[in-house]
């Protein structure tokens, strides 16, 4: 990732050596996940502490464990063909 390449940078200007990378690339991609897990879960908390707030939240489909999660209001009957 380019946060491993501005480490070796920073490294390098500080005089440290630059092979201490090959151990924190050993774990780098395990701690990304944990990282991208918790920024996608604070995200969708404060957004719906957002909505909340703003009286934007559907608690009934918010709290429907069925409900479509595809965009369409789920409140209107699908139209048979």
């Known amino acids: 990732s380019a946060g491993l390449i501005m480490l070796s940078l920073v490294l390098t200007q ?6 201490g990378i090959a151990l924190i690339l050993g774990v780098d991609r395990l701690l990304d996940m944990v990282r991208t897990a918790v920024n996608v879960t604070g995200d969708a908390t404060v957004s719906t502490v957002v909505a909340y707030h703003e009286g934007q939240l559907d608690e009934v489909v918010f709290n429907d464990p069925d409900a479509d999660l595809d965009g369409e209001d789920s409140a209107q ?3 048979q063909s």
């Open 14 to 19: 500080a005089g440290l050596p630059v092979e």
């Open 77 to 79: 009957p699908e139209v």
